[in-house]
């Protein structure tokens, strides 16, 4: 049983896998996405999910320090509700405040380059993302 979680951007969407037990998540690929000419990636999601044999997945929810629902997390919202419906395999929402900025945080602690940290932090966000979920189930 393998789980996904995505760290859903504007721009990108990063993807991460968990290993075949549930227990850990490894961050996979960043999807170049563009909202605005509403270029969302479900075929390269949807060939991960056949190529990963995926079951469930997770979905990062930005909430504002409030708990409040913004724009970002209402996005995201749909996004989870279209995956749904296009795959039909359950959309689970985490989540997902301050995981970008703990994911920046590592790397800048690891001292890899303002340019790596860019290619890296979007999948880097949604394997932590995905763990939060694993380590919630265990």
């Known amino acids: 049983m393998r789980i996904m ?3 859903v951007g504007s721009k990108t969407v990063g993807v991460a896998i ?12 960043t999807i170049q996405i563009n909202e605005a000419i509403e270029e969302f990636g479900f075929n390269q999601v949807g060939d991960l999910i056949g190529e990963y044999e995926i ?3 997770v979905v990062g929810l930005p909430k504002n320090m409030n708990g409040t629902i913004g724009p970002r ?4 919202q749909i996004y989870a509700d279209e995956l749904e419906k296009r795959f039909s395999i359950p959309v ?8 970008t900025v703990a ?11 303002r340019k790596k940290r860019k ?5 880097m966000a949604a394997a932590m993302i995905l763990q939060g979920y694993l380590d919630s189930q265990n």
């Open 5 to 7: 979680g995505l760290d």
């Open 18 to 29: 968990s290993d075949a037990f549930g227990w850990t998540a490894q961050g996979l690929k």
């Open 55 to 57: 079951n469930k997945i």
């Open 73 to 76: 997390g209402e996005a995201c």
């Open 92 to 99: 689970v929402l985490w989540d997902e405040r301050l995981t």
């Open 103 to 113: 994911a920046e945080r590592i790397l800048l602690e690891a001292d890899v380059s």
């Open 119 to 123: 290619k890296v932090i979007d999948k």
